[in-house]
């Protein structure tokens, strides 16, 4: 009997194990002043880190999977956040971006959309009881950066 147990023990702990999500945080401090935590599943090969080679942003994050860099993240102030939403859904913007997405999140709201101009998928999170607004583009597929957005969350600390 206690052979048989052990077996089955071991792949009932070995299934129930599959299904586990991994997360890394991220703790930075924002030139905003708020002390933000980046969160991403991990799952996947996905991994978040500074960007210390960024030549366009002096502060910004990267997002990788397996290895290789998927997307830029940078911070700005959240009182942004509207002026860009109001902006970008106006008529002088339009011929220019399509796919936009607004939702509220539990971490914060959330604009995403394709910007033709130069080809970047772009996604905006006011981050939720914050001074800071997080930008993070690339030129992955609208829906990977999405799926991208949905692995990760913000809070400030």
Do not use: W
């Not at 586990?20 to 930075?28: E, I």
């Not at 033709?116 to 996604?123: K, S, T, V, Y």
């Not at 583009?137 to 950066?145: N, P, Q, R, V």
Request: proline residues 2%.
């Amino acid at each position: 009997m206690r052979k048989i147990f052990i077996p089955i023990f071991v792949m009932l702990i070995l299934l129930t194990g599959c299904g586990v999500k991994k997360y890394k945080s991220l703790p930075l401090n924002i030139e905003t002043g708020d002390d933000i935590v980046v969160k991403v599943n991990t799952n996947g090969g996905y991994n978040v880190s500074e960007d210390k080679n960024n030549e366009i942003h002096s502060f910004a994050i990267k997002f990788t999977k397996d290895d290789k860099k998927i997307a830029t993240g940078y911070f700005d102030y959240a009182d942004q956040y509207d002026l860009i939403v109001e902006y970008i859904e106006s008529e002088d913007y339009a011929p220019v971006v399509k796919g936009i997405k607004k939702e509220n999140r539990e971490d914060g709201k959330m604009l995403c959309y394709q910007y033709l101009a130069d080809g970047n998928n772009i996604c905006r999170v006011k981050i939720k009881g914050s001074n800071t607004m997080i930008t993070i583009y690339g030129t992955l597929e609208y829906d990977e950066l999405i799926k991208l957005i949905n692995r990760l969350s913000f809070s400030k600390k």
